[in-house]
Protein backbone atom coordinates (compact mmCIF):
# COMPACT_ATOMS: atom_id res chain seq x y z
CA UNK A 1 0.00 0.00 0.00
CA UNK A 2 1.22 3.14 -0.58
CA UNK A 3 0.87 5.92 1.43
CA UNK A 4 0.24 9.21 0.46
CA UNK A 5 1.26 12.58 2.15
CA UNK A 6 1.49 16.56 1.93
CA UNK A 7 5.21 15.02 1.18
CA UNK A 8 4.92 12.90 -1.30
CA UNK A 9 1.23 14.08 -2.78
CA UNK A 10 2.53 15.77 -6.24
CA UNK A 11 5.03 12.68 -6.90
CA UNK A 12 2.47 10.14 -6.38
CA UNK A 13 -0.08 12.21 -8.08
CA UNK A 14 0.85 11.19 -11.75
CA UNK A 15 0.87 7.21 -10.97
CA UNK A 16 -2.44 7.41 -9.16
CA UNK A 17 -4.01 9.55 -11.89
CA UNK A 18 -2.66 6.43 -14.44
CA UNK A 19 -4.05 4.04 -11.98
CA UNK A 20 -7.42 4.86 -11.96
CA UNK A 21 -7.47 6.15 -15.41
CA UNK A 22 -6.83 2.24 -15.80
CA UNK A 23 -8.97 0.52 -13.26
CA UNK A 24 -11.96 -1.76 -14.07
CA UNK A 25 -13.25 -0.63 -10.98
CA UNK A 26 -11.97 1.50 -7.81
CA UNK A 27 -13.05 1.06 -4.12
CA UNK A 28 -13.24 3.43 -1.60
CA UNK A 29 -12.69 4.10 2.35
CA UNK A 30 -12.97 6.13 4.77
CA UNK A 31 -12.66 6.74 8.43
CA UNK A 32 -13.39 10.11 10.37
CA UNK A 33 -13.08 12.18 13.34
CA UNK A 34 -16.69 11.12 14.57
CA UNK A 35 -20.17 9.86 12.90
CA UNK A 36 -23.00 10.17 16.27
CA UNK A 37 -24.43 12.62 18.31
CA UNK A 38 -24.64 11.71 22.43
CA UNK A 39 -28.39 12.56 22.39
CA UNK A 40 -29.86 10.32 19.22
CA UNK A 41 -28.76 6.56 18.26
CA UNK A 42 -29.57 5.00 14.64
CA UNK A 43 -33.42 3.43 15.33
CA UNK A 44 -35.57 0.72 13.51
CA UNK A 45 -38.60 3.69 13.72
CA UNK A 46 -36.44 5.44 11.49
CA UNK A 47 -37.04 6.03 7.93
CA UNK A 48 -34.76 6.81 5.14
CA UNK A 49 -35.45 10.41 5.27
CA UNK A 50 -35.14 10.80 9.33
CA UNK A 51 -31.92 8.31 9.16
CA UNK A 52 -30.43 11.28 6.30
CA UNK A 53 -31.49 14.24 8.44
CA UNK A 54 -30.03 12.77 11.97
CA UNK A 55 -26.54 12.30 10.46
CA UNK A 56 -26.74 15.26 8.27
CA UNK A 57 -27.35 17.36 11.71
CA UNK A 58 -24.61 14.67 13.31
CA UNK A 59 -22.27 14.49 10.76
CA UNK A 60 -21.53 18.34 10.22
CA UNK A 61 -18.63 19.14 12.31
CA UNK A 62 -16.70 16.01 11.71
CA UNK A 63 -14.73 15.25 8.94
CA UNK A 64 -12.72 12.28 7.08
CA UNK A 65 -9.04 12.28 8.25
CA UNK A 66 -7.98 9.02 5.89
CA UNK A 67 -9.21 8.21 2.67
CA UNK A 68 -8.64 5.09 1.16
CA UNK A 69 -8.63 3.90 -2.65
CA UNK A 70 -7.96 0.63 -4.50
CA UNK A 71 -7.94 0.57 -7.99
CA UNK A 72 -8.36 -2.91 -9.41
CA UNK A 73 -7.65 -3.41 -13.22
CA UNK A 74 -8.42 -7.11 -14.95
CA UNK A 75 -5.49 -8.22 -16.45
CA UNK A 76 -6.49 -8.75 -20.20
CA UNK A 77 -7.18 -13.07 -21.25
CA UNK A 78 -6.64 -13.92 -17.85
CA UNK A 79 -8.61 -14.61 -15.19
CA UNK A 80 -6.53 -12.30 -12.74
CA UNK A 81 -7.16 -8.77 -11.25
CA UNK A 82 -4.51 -6.42 -10.31
CA UNK A 83 -4.88 -3.93 -7.18
CA UNK A 84 -3.08 -1.34 -6.21
CA UNK A 85 -3.92 0.67 -2.62
CA UNK A 86 -3.78 4.37 -1.37
CA UNK A 87 -3.71 5.92 2.00
CA UNK A 88 -4.56 9.67 2.21
CA UNK A 89 -4.06 11.08 5.38
CA UNK A 90 -6.17 14.55 5.34
CA UNK A 91 -6.19 17.41 7.19
CA UNK A 92 -8.11 20.81 6.57
CA UNK A 93 -5.60 23.82 6.11
CA UNK A 94 -6.68 27.44 7.06
CA UNK A 95 -7.42 29.52 4.36
CA UNK A 96 -7.19 33.69 3.72
CA UNK A 97 -10.44 34.72 5.45
CA UNK A 98 -11.96 32.04 6.53
CA UNK A 99 -10.25 29.52 9.61
CA UNK A 100 -11.64 26.08 9.21
CA UNK A 101 -12.23 23.87 12.28
CA UNK A 102 -13.48 20.51 13.10
CA UNK A 103 -14.62 18.45 15.81
CA UNK A 104 -13.47 15.00 17.26
CA UNK A 105 -15.26 12.41 19.16
CA UNK A 106 -13.23 10.98 22.01
CA UNK A 107 -14.45 7.87 21.53
CA UNK A 108 -13.50 7.86 17.76
CA UNK A 109 -9.96 8.87 18.66
CA UNK A 110 -9.90 5.95 20.92
CA UNK A 111 -11.13 3.54 18.29
CA UNK A 112 -8.43 4.76 15.60
CA UNK A 113 -5.66 4.59 18.78
CA UNK A 114 -6.91 0.92 19.33
CA UNK A 115 -6.02 0.18 15.08
CA UNK A 116 -2.60 2.00 15.19
CA UNK A 117 -4.04 5.23 13.78
CA UNK A 118 -0.64 7.67 13.09
CA UNK A 119 -1.61 10.57 14.27
CA UNK A 120 1.37 12.40 14.10
CA UNK A 121 1.66 12.19 9.93
CA UNK A 122 -1.98 13.34 10.18
CA UNK A 123 -0.53 16.73 11.78
CA UNK A 124 2.34 16.75 10.00
CA UNK A 125 1.59 15.50 6.58
CA UNK A 126 -2.12 15.95 6.06
CA UNK A 127 -3.02 17.29 2.86
CA UNK A 128 -5.21 19.75 2.66
CA UNK A 129 -8.70 19.81 0.59
CA UNK A 130 -11.56 22.25 -0.16
CA UNK A 131 -15.13 21.92 -1.41
CA UNK A 132 -16.67 23.93 -4.07
CA UNK A 133 -17.56 26.70 -1.99
CA UNK A 134 -14.28 27.03 -0.46
CA UNK A 135 -12.76 26.74 -4.18
CA UNK A 136 -14.86 29.34 -5.01
CA UNK A 137 -14.55 31.45 -2.56
CA UNK A 138 -10.62 31.75 -3.15
CA UNK A 139 -10.75 32.29 -6.97
CA UNK A 140 -13.14 35.06 -6.30
CA UNK A 141 -10.19 36.63 -3.66
CA UNK A 142 -7.92 36.32 -6.63
CA UNK A 143 -10.45 37.75 -9.22
CA UNK A 144 -10.83 40.68 -6.91
CA UNK A 145 -6.65 41.01 -5.99
CA UNK A 146 -8.00 40.58 -2.64
CA UNK A 147 -5.97 37.52 -1.84
CA UNK A 148 -2.61 39.48 -1.02
CA UNK A 149 -4.55 41.27 1.68
CA UNK A 150 -6.49 38.39 2.89
CA UNK A 151 -3.25 36.35 3.62
CA UNK A 152 -1.16 39.09 4.91
CA UNK A 153 -4.24 39.52 7.87
CA UNK A 154 -3.51 35.70 7.90
CA UNK A 155 -0.18 35.41 8.93
CA UNK A 156 0.35 35.17 12.40
CA UNK A 157 3.08 36.64 15.07
CA UNK A 158 5.88 34.04 14.95
CA UNK A 159 5.01 34.52 10.61
CA UNK A 160 5.90 38.29 11.31
CA UNK A 161 8.91 37.56 13.06
CA UNK A 162 10.24 35.22 10.54
CA UNK A 163 9.72 37.72 7.74
CA UNK A 164 11.53 40.02 9.60
CA UNK A 165 14.19 38.26 10.13
CA UNK A 166 14.40 37.00 6.39
CA UNK A 167 14.57 40.87 5.32
CA UNK A 168 17.69 41.24 7.60
CA UNK A 169 19.07 38.09 6.69
CA UNK A 170 18.25 39.09 2.62
CA UNK A 171 19.81 42.50 3.18
CA UNK A 172 23.26 41.57 5.15
CA UNK A 173 23.57 38.73 2.04
CA UNK A 174 22.79 41.51 -1.24
CA UNK A 175 25.93 43.52 -0.04
CA UNK A 176 28.22 40.86 -1.08
CA UNK A 177 26.06 38.92 -3.58
CA UNK A 178 27.24 38.13 -7.18
CA UNK A 179 24.34 38.74 -9.63
CA UNK A 180 22.18 36.01 -10.95
CA UNK A 181 25.02 33.81 -9.38
CA UNK A 182 24.40 33.58 -5.85
CA UNK A 183 21.41 32.50 -4.21
CA UNK A 184 19.99 32.49 -0.26
CA UNK A 185 17.72 30.04 1.13
CA UNK A 186 14.78 31.08 3.64
CA UNK A 187 12.16 29.17 5.33
CA UNK A 188 8.86 28.91 4.26
CA UNK A 189 6.98 26.13 5.96
CA UNK A 190 3.45 26.53 4.78
CA UNK A 191 2.23 27.68 1.42
CA UNK A 192 0.12 31.01 2.87
CA UNK A 193 3.35 31.84 3.98
CA UNK A 194 5.40 30.92 1.03
CA UNK A 195 3.06 33.01 -0.80
CA UNK A 196 3.12 36.10 1.40
CA UNK A 197 7.08 36.48 1.16
CA UNK A 198 7.27 36.01 -2.28
CA UNK A 199 5.13 39.11 -2.52
CA UNK A 200 6.55 40.92 -0.07
CA UNK A 201 10.50 40.38 -0.70
CA UNK A 202 9.65 41.17 -4.05
CA UNK A 203 8.15 44.20 -3.40
CA UNK A 204 10.60 45.40 -0.84
CA UNK A 205 13.74 44.48 -2.47
CA UNK A 206 13.91 45.56 -6.63
CA UNK A 207 17.16 43.50 -7.66
CA UNK A 208 16.24 40.23 -6.38
CA UNK A 209 13.69 37.10 -7.37
CA UNK A 210 12.07 34.45 -5.74
CA UNK A 211 11.52 31.07 -6.60
CA UNK A 212 9.62 28.16 -4.73
CA UNK A 213 11.10 25.12 -3.28
CA UNK A 214 10.11 22.57 -0.89
CA UNK A 215 9.23 24.32 2.57
CA UNK A 216 12.17 27.21 1.40
CA UNK A 217 12.08 30.07 -1.21
CA UNK A 218 15.18 30.40 -2.74
CA UNK A 219 16.34 34.24 -3.21
CA UNK A 220 18.49 35.22 -6.18
CA UNK A 221 20.23 39.19 -6.82
CA UNK A 222 19.04 39.89 -10.67
CA UNK A 223 19.62 43.03 -12.83
CA UNK A 224 17.04 45.21 -13.60
CA UNK A 225 16.48 43.88 -17.20
CA UNK A 226 16.14 40.13 -15.88
CA UNK A 227 13.58 41.48 -13.20
CA UNK A 228 11.62 42.77 -15.98
CA UNK A 229 11.39 39.76 -17.79
CA UNK A 230 10.58 37.44 -14.76
CA UNK A 231 8.08 39.91 -13.93
CA UNK A 232 6.32 39.50 -17.55
CA UNK A 233 6.27 35.72 -17.79
CA UNK A 234 5.00 35.59 -13.77
CA UNK A 235 1.65 35.90 -14.44
CA UNK A 236 -0.28 34.12 -11.86
CA UNK A 237 1.92 31.56 -11.03
CA UNK A 238 2.18 32.64 -7.43
CA UNK A 239 -1.87 33.02 -7.07
CA UNK A 240 -2.38 29.25 -8.44
CA UNK A 241 0.48 27.59 -6.89
CA UNK A 242 -1.73 28.68 -3.79
CA UNK A 243 -5.17 27.77 -4.94
CA UNK A 244 -3.47 24.35 -6.15
CA UNK A 245 -2.31 23.66 -2.63
CA UNK A 246 -5.17 24.04 -0.67
CA UNK A 247 -7.27 21.97 -3.37
CA UNK A 248 -5.22 19.31 -2.57
CA UNK A 249 -7.09 15.97 -2.21
CA UNK A 250 -9.93 17.77 -3.76
CA UNK A 251 -8.05 17.43 -7.45
CA UNK A 252 -8.52 13.21 -6.38
CA UNK A 253 -12.10 13.65 -5.74
CA UNK A 254 -12.31 15.19 -8.96
CA UNK A 255 -10.68 12.88 -10.46
CA UNK A 256 -12.82 9.74 -9.61
CA UNK A 257 -15.79 12.26 -10.49
CA UNK A 258 -14.78 12.92 -14.11
CA UNK A 259 -13.96 9.02 -14.50
CA UNK A 260 -17.26 7.82 -13.50
CA UNK A 261 -15.41 4.54 -13.08
CA UNK A 262 -17.84 2.04 -10.81
CA UNK A 263 -17.18 2.61 -7.21
CA UNK A 264 -16.93 -0.09 -4.11
CA UNK A 265 -17.30 0.63 -1.08
CA UNK A 266 -18.69 -1.51 2.01
CA UNK A 267 -21.73 -0.09 4.11
CA UNK A 268 -21.16 3.21 2.53
CA UNK A 269 -24.18 5.55 3.68
CA UNK A 270 -21.87 7.77 5.48
CA UNK A 271 -19.33 7.75 3.51
CA UNK A 272 -21.09 9.05 0.35
CA UNK A 273 -21.99 11.70 3.04
CA UNK A 274 -18.87 12.78 4.36
CA UNK A 275 -17.53 12.93 0.53
CA UNK A 276 -20.22 15.00 -0.84
CA UNK A 277 -19.95 18.03 2.63
CA UNK A 278 -15.79 17.68 2.45
CA UNK A 279 -15.32 17.82 -1.47
CA UNK A 280 -18.28 18.39 -3.31
CA UNK A 281 -20.89 20.88 -1.61
CA UNK A 282 -22.32 21.21 2.04
CA UNK A 283 -25.26 18.40 2.35
CA UNK A 284 -28.72 19.70 1.17
CA UNK A 285 -31.48 19.99 3.43
CA UNK A 286 -33.85 17.56 1.48
CA UNK A 287 -32.54 14.00 1.38
CA UNK A 288 -33.87 13.76 -2.38
CA UNK A 289 -31.63 16.17 -3.57
CA UNK A 290 -28.42 14.18 -1.23
CA UNK A 291 -29.38 11.34 -4.10
CA UNK A 292 -29.46 13.21 -6.90
CA UNK A 293 -26.24 14.66 -6.48
CA UNK A 294 -24.53 11.56 -5.40
CA UNK A 295 -26.04 9.57 -8.08
CA UNK A 296 -24.54 12.67 -10.39
CA UNK A 297 -20.90 11.85 -9.19
CA UNK A 298 -21.08 8.40 -8.85
CA UNK A 299 -23.51 6.92 -11.43
CA UNK A 300 -22.50 3.45 -10.71
CA UNK A 301 -21.94 2.23 -6.98
CA UNK A 302 -21.85 -0.88 -5.37
CA UNK A 303 -22.06 -1.75 -1.47
CA UNK A 304 -20.43 -4.89 -0.83
CA UNK A 305 -22.12 -4.99 2.71
CA UNK A 306 -25.86 -4.78 1.05
CA UNK A 307 -24.07 -7.73 -1.28
CA UNK A 308 -23.41 -9.90 1.41
CA UNK A 309 -27.38 -10.02 2.50
CA UNK A 310 -28.37 -10.77 -0.66
CA UNK A 311 -25.61 -13.29 -1.49
CA UNK A 312 -26.48 -14.84 1.92
CA UNK A 313 -29.73 -15.35 1.33
CA UNK A 314 -29.05 -17.58 -1.68
CA UNK A 315 -26.40 -20.07 0.17
CA UNK A 316 -26.69 -23.29 2.27
CA UNK A 317 -26.30 -23.18 5.73
CA UNK A 318 -22.80 -24.49 5.58
CA UNK A 319 -21.72 -21.76 3.15
CA UNK A 320 -22.89 -19.07 4.86
CA UNK A 321 -20.82 -16.38 6.95
CA UNK A 322 -21.53 -15.42 10.84
CA UNK A 323 -21.03 -11.69 10.74
CA UNK A 324 -20.99 -9.48 7.79
CA UNK A 325 -18.18 -6.71 9.15
CA UNK A 326 -15.25 -6.28 6.20
CA UNK A 327 -13.33 -8.38 8.57
CA UNK A 328 -15.96 -11.14 9.09
CA UNK A 329 -16.38 -11.45 5.52
CA UNK A 330 -12.61 -11.28 4.57
CA UNK A 331 -12.04 -14.56 7.11
CA UNK A 332 -15.15 -16.38 5.15
CA UNK A 333 -14.13 -15.61 1.82
CA UNK A 334 -9.96 -16.73 2.58
CA UNK A 335 -11.13 -19.07 4.67
CA UNK A 336 -11.88 -22.77 3.83
CA UNK A 337 -15.56 -21.98 3.38
CA UNK A 338 -15.39 -19.59 0.97
CA UNK A 339 -13.01 -21.06 -1.05
CA UNK A 340 -15.37 -23.81 -1.44
CA UNK A 341 -18.30 -21.49 -2.87
CA UNK A 342 -16.12 -20.01 -5.60
CA UNK A 343 -13.90 -22.23 -7.68
CA UNK A 344 -12.53 -20.46 -10.53
CA UNK A 345 -12.57 -17.34 -9.21
CA UNK A 346 -9.98 -14.76 -10.35
CA UNK A 347 -6.74 -14.37 -9.03
CA UNK A 348 -6.41 -10.89 -7.05
CA UNK A 349 -2.90 -9.76 -7.18
CA UNK A 350 -1.67 -6.71 -4.98
CA UNK A 351 0.87 -4.70 -6.65
CA UNK A 352 2.81 -1.72 -5.73
CA UNK A 353 6.23 -0.28 -7.66
CA UNK A 354 8.48 -0.13 -4.57
CA UNK A 355 11.61 1.29 -6.90
CA UNK A 356 9.76 4.34 -7.25
CA UNK A 357 7.01 4.77 -4.76
CA UNK A 358 7.12 4.63 -1.08
CA UNK A 359 5.66 1.40 -0.10
CA UNK A 360 4.07 -0.31 3.82
CA UNK A 361 4.30 -3.76 4.77
CA UNK A 362 1.39 -5.30 2.98
CA UNK A 363 -0.04 -7.38 6.11
CA UNK A 364 -3.94 -6.95 6.60
CA UNK A 365 -4.62 -3.95 9.02
CA UNK A 366 -8.30 -3.02 9.29
CA UNK A 367 -9.62 0.41 9.93
CA UNK A 368 -6.96 1.90 7.72
CA UNK A 369 -8.57 3.15 4.92
CA UNK A 370 -6.38 2.01 2.48
CA UNK A 371 -6.64 -1.56 3.08
CA UNK A 372 -9.97 -1.63 3.79
CA UNK A 373 -10.87 -0.21 0.31
CA UNK A 374 -8.73 -3.00 -1.00
CA UNK A 375 -10.75 -5.70 1.20
CA UNK A 376 -13.86 -4.12 -0.21
CA UNK A 377 -12.56 -4.66 -3.53
CA UNK A 378 -11.66 -7.90 -3.01
CA UNK A 379 -15.11 -8.90 -1.43
CA UNK A 380 -16.37 -7.19 -4.58
CA UNK A 381 -14.55 -9.58 -6.81
CA UNK A 382 -15.35 -12.87 -4.96
CA UNK A 383 -19.31 -12.00 -4.12
CA UNK A 384 -19.64 -11.08 -7.79
CA UNK A 385 -18.03 -14.70 -9.11
CA UNK A 386 -20.57 -16.54 -6.47
CA UNK A 387 -23.43 -14.46 -8.33
CA UNK A 388 -22.30 -15.23 -11.84
CA UNK A 389 -22.23 -18.88 -11.35
CA UNK A 390 -25.66 -18.77 -9.65
CA UNK A 391 -26.72 -16.81 -12.69
CA UNK A 392 -25.67 -18.48 -15.25
CA UNK A 393 -26.69 -21.95 -14.45
CA UNK A 394 -25.66 -25.09 -12.67
CA UNK A 395 -22.82 -27.20 -13.42
CA UNK A 396 -20.34 -24.02 -13.96
CA UNK A 397 -18.71 -23.57 -10.70
CA UNK A 398 -15.55 -23.91 -12.39
CA UNK A 399 -16.37 -21.34 -14.91
CA UNK A 400 -13.84 -18.32 -15.49
CA UNK A 401 -15.88 -15.65 -16.29
CA UNK A 402 -15.23 -12.44 -17.68
CA UNK A 403 -15.59 -9.20 -16.02
CA UNK A 404 -18.53 -8.16 -18.20
CA UNK A 405 -20.53 -11.32 -17.07
CA UNK A 406 -19.59 -10.76 -13.38
CA UNK A 407 -20.53 -6.69 -13.19
CA UNK A 408 -23.85 -8.19 -15.06
CA UNK A 409 -24.38 -10.52 -12.45
CA UNK A 410 -24.99 -8.07 -9.87
CA UNK A 411 -26.12 -4.80 -11.77
CA UNK A 412 -29.75 -5.13 -10.33
CA UNK A 413 -28.13 -4.13 -7.42
CA UNK A 414 -26.32 -1.16 -8.59
CA UNK A 415 -26.64 1.79 -6.31
CA UNK A 416 -28.23 0.16 -3.50
CA UNK A 417 -26.25 1.03 -0.39
CA UNK A 418 -27.23 -0.63 3.46
CA UNK A 419 -29.31 1.53 6.08
CA UNK A 420 -27.93 0.20 8.98
CA UNK A 421 -30.39 -0.40 11.76
CA UNK A 422 -33.80 1.46 10.15
CA UNK A 423 -36.97 1.27 8.91
CA UNK A 424 -35.88 0.04 5.51
CA UNK A 425 -33.03 -2.10 5.08
CA UNK A 426 -31.12 -0.28 1.72
CA UNK A 427 -31.80 2.87 -0.08
CA UNK A 428 -31.21 2.95 -4.23
CA UNK A 429 -29.37 6.37 -5.47
CA UNK A 430 -30.53 5.67 -8.45
CA UNK A 431 -34.98 5.44 -8.43
CA UNK A 432 -37.33 5.27 -5.60
CA UNK A 433 -36.38 3.58 -2.14
CA UNK A 434 -37.79 0.35 -1.48
CA UNK A 435 -40.90 0.04 0.75
CA UNK A 436 -40.13 -1.55 4.42
CA UNK A 437 -40.36 -5.35 4.65
CA UNK A 438 -39.68 -4.65 8.72
CA UNK A 439 -42.40 -6.60 10.64
CA UNK A 440 -45.38 -3.87 11.54
CA UNK A 441 -44.97 -2.14 15.06
CA UNK A 442 -45.69 -3.86 18.37
CA UNK A 443 -47.98 -1.75 20.87
CA UNK A 444 -47.47 -2.81 24.48
CA UNK A 445 -49.68 -1.44 27.15
CA UNK A 446 -48.57 -2.07 30.87
CA UNK A 447 -51.56 -3.89 32.74
CA UNK A 448 -50.21 -3.13 36.52
CA UNK A 449 -49.33 0.07 38.45
CA UNK A 450 -45.47 -0.91 38.56
CA UNK A 451 -43.45 1.34 35.87
CA UNK A 452 -41.90 0.44 33.55
CA UNK A 453 -39.04 2.19 31.57
CA UNK A 454 -38.39 1.82 27.17
CA UNK A 455 -34.91 0.50 28.55
CA UNK A 456 -36.62 -2.61 30.59
CA UNK A 457 -39.09 -3.05 27.84
CA UNK A 458 -36.05 -3.49 25.64
CA UNK A 459 -34.30 -6.24 27.86
CA UNK A 460 -37.62 -7.82 28.16
CA UNK A 461 -37.79 -8.00 24.03
CA UNK A 462 -33.98 -8.28 23.20
CA UNK A 463 -33.73 -11.81 23.30
CA UNK A 464 -35.79 -12.54 20.72
CA UNK A 465 -33.33 -10.41 18.27
CA UNK A 466 -33.51 -6.58 17.47
CA UNK A 467 -35.67 -4.25 18.66
CA UNK A 468 -36.58 -0.33 19.94
CA UNK A 469 -38.77 0.95 22.19
CA UNK A 470 -40.41 4.59 21.91
CA UNK A 471 -42.33 5.90 24.55
CA UNK A 472 -45.91 6.75 23.86
CA UNK A 473 -47.35 7.67 27.34
CA UNK A 474 -46.26 6.78 30.58
CA UNK A 475 -48.29 3.40 30.19
CA UNK A 476 -47.52 2.89 26.52
CA UNK A 477 -44.88 2.34 24.09
CA UNK A 478 -44.65 0.92 20.29
CA UNK A 479 -41.48 -1.39 19.64
CA UNK A 480 -40.16 -1.70 16.27
CA UNK A 481 -38.28 -5.14 15.45
CA UNK A 482 -35.84 -6.29 13.02
CA UNK A 483 -37.74 -9.26 11.68
CA UNK A 484 -41.00 -11.16 11.32
CA UNK A 485 -39.83 -14.22 13.44
CA UNK A 486 -38.85 -11.87 16.09
CA UNK A 487 -41.97 -10.37 15.86
CA UNK A 488 -43.65 -13.77 15.96
CA UNK A 489 -41.73 -15.10 18.97
CA UNK A 490 -42.22 -11.72 20.97
CA UNK A 491 -46.55 -11.78 20.39
CA UNK A 492 -46.46 -15.54 21.43
CA UNK A 493 -43.68 -15.15 24.07
CA UNK A 494 -46.51 -12.09 25.61
CA UNK A 495 -49.95 -13.68 24.60
CA UNK A 496 -51.02 -14.62 27.78
CA UNK A 497 -48.93 -12.16 29.79
CA UNK A 498 -50.26 -10.67 33.33
CA UNK A 499 -47.72 -7.25 32.85
CA UNK A 500 -47.77 -6.38 29.44
CA UNK A 501 -50.04 -6.32 26.68
CA UNK A 502 -48.45 -6.91 23.51
CA UNK A 503 -50.14 -6.73 19.85
CA UNK A 504 -49.39 -5.45 16.48
CA UNK A 505 -50.05 -2.14 16.03
CA UNK A 506 -53.04 -0.66 14.85
CA UNK A 507 -53.78 2.84 14.16
CA UNK A 508 -57.29 3.17 15.01
CA UNK A 509 -57.41 1.65 18.09
CA UNK A 510 -53.97 2.39 19.80
CA UNK A 511 -52.93 6.13 18.33
CA UNK A 512 -55.12 9.02 20.18
CA UNK A 513 -54.27 11.48 17.70
CA UNK A 514 -55.64 9.00 14.78
CA UNK A 515 -58.81 8.80 16.55
CA UNK A 516 -58.87 12.35 17.33
CA UNK A 517 -58.87 13.22 13.51
CA UNK A 518 -61.19 10.19 12.52
CA UNK A 519 -63.70 11.77 15.36
CA UNK A 520 -63.31 15.46 14.43
CA UNK A 521 -63.94 14.74 10.94
CA UNK A 522 -66.75 12.82 11.96
CA UNK A 523 -68.45 15.70 13.37
CA UNK A 524 -67.90 18.24 11.43
CA UNK A 525 -69.56 15.39 8.36
CA UNK A 526 -72.63 14.76 10.25
CA UNK A 527 -72.87 19.17 11.00
CA UNK A 528 -72.61 19.93 7.58
CA UNK A 529 -74.83 16.89 6.36
CA UNK A 530 -72.45 14.74 3.81
CA UNK A 531 -73.68 12.10 7.12
CA UNK A 532 -76.62 11.71 8.18
CA UNK A 533 -77.15 8.32 10.03
CA UNK A 534 -80.64 6.54 10.12
CA UNK A 535 -80.96 4.65 13.41
CA UNK A 536 -80.67 1.36 11.97
CA UNK A 537 -77.36 2.43 10.14
CA UNK A 538 -73.61 2.17 11.91
CA UNK A 539 -70.80 4.26 11.08
CA UNK A 540 -67.92 2.72 10.47
CA UNK A 541 -64.57 3.16 10.05
CA UNK A 542 -61.93 1.11 8.31
CA UNK A 543 -58.44 1.38 7.29
CA UNK A 544 -57.15 1.32 3.84
CA UNK A 545 -53.25 1.53 2.92
CA UNK A 546 -49.86 1.63 4.96
CA UNK A 547 -49.67 1.42 8.68
CA UNK A 548 -46.69 3.55 9.05
CA UNK A 549 -48.53 6.79 6.67
CA UNK A 550 -47.23 9.76 7.81
CA UNK A 551 -50.62 11.56 7.20
CA UNK A 552 -53.10 8.71 8.41
CA UNK A 553 -56.41 10.83 6.89
CA UNK A 554 -54.71 9.74 3.74
CA UNK A 555 -55.78 6.52 4.41
CA UNK A 556 -58.91 6.09 6.47
CA UNK A 557 -62.29 5.93 4.71
CA UNK A 558 -65.94 5.98 6.55
CA UNK A 559 -68.71 4.71 5.63
CA UNK A 560 -72.47 4.55 6.77
CA UNK A 561 -73.27 0.88 6.27
CA UNK A 562 -77.05 -0.38 6.51
CA UNK A 563 -77.30 -3.12 8.96
CA UNK A 564 -80.74 -4.97 7.76
CA UNK A 565 -79.71 -5.60 4.11
CA UNK A 566 -76.41 -5.02 4.53
CA UNK A 567 -75.84 -2.70 1.45
CA UNK A 568 -73.59 0.60 1.68
CA UNK A 569 -75.79 3.85 2.04
CA UNK A 570 -72.85 6.18 1.57
CA UNK A 571 -68.70 6.29 1.19
CA UNK A 572 -67.29 9.70 2.54
CA UNK A 573 -63.82 9.68 1.89
CA UNK A 574 -62.36 11.10 5.67
CA UNK A 575 -59.45 13.33 4.12
CA UNK A 576 -61.48 15.42 1.58
CA UNK A 577 -65.25 14.93 2.90
CA UNK A 578 -66.25 13.79 -0.39
CA UNK A 579 -69.45 12.00 -0.95
CA UNK A 580 -68.84 8.45 -3.42
CA UNK A 581 -72.04 7.14 -5.04
CA UNK A 582 -72.96 3.69 -2.95
CA UNK A 583 -72.15 1.66 -5.96
CA UNK A 584 -68.88 2.69 -6.14
CA UNK A 585 -67.69 2.61 -2.49
CA UNK A 586 -65.24 -0.29 -1.67
CA UNK A 587 -66.00 -2.64 0.55
CA UNK A 588 -64.24 -2.24 4.04
Known amino acids: MIEVTNQNFNKVYPHLEHTLKNASFIAIDGEFTGIEGDDVRNSLFDSIHERYEKNRSHIQPYIIIQFGISAFQRVHDENKYTAEA????LLPRTIPSKNRHFLWQIASLEFL???GFDFNELAYNGISYLDQVDKTLLERQLQENTLFNNVEQSISYKEEDDFKDAVIQIFEWLKTASDEVDSIKVESPTPTFQYFMHKELRKRFSNIWTFSGNNVITVIKVLPESRQILEQEEGSILENALLESYVGFSKVFNLLVTLKKPIIAHNAFLDFMFIHQQFYKPLPQKYINFKNNIHQLFPTIFDTKFLSYELKRTLETQEKWKHNTLSGLMSHFTGSNGKYIMPGSPVIELTTDSDELIDTDSSKKYHTAGWDAYFAGYLFIRMTHVFATKKYGQGLNSKEFTHT???NSIKSF???VN??????SYLRFNGPDPISTRPKWLYVKMLTSNPVTPLQIAEKMSK???VDVKQCTPKR??????????ARDILLHFKKNNELYVVPYNPIRHSPSVQFILCHQLIRLIKIGEINPQPRATIICYYQGSWESDNPCDYFRVTCFDMIDETFLRFIDVASGRAVPAKDSPAP
Do not use: K, Q, W
Not at 86 to 89: A, K, R, Y
Not at 477 to 486: E, I, P
Open 86 to 89: FNFF
Open 464 to 466: FGM
Open 477 to 486: MLVAVANHGS
Open 419 to 424: IIRGNT
Open 405 to 407: ELI
Open 414 to 416: ANC
Open 113 to 115: TMY
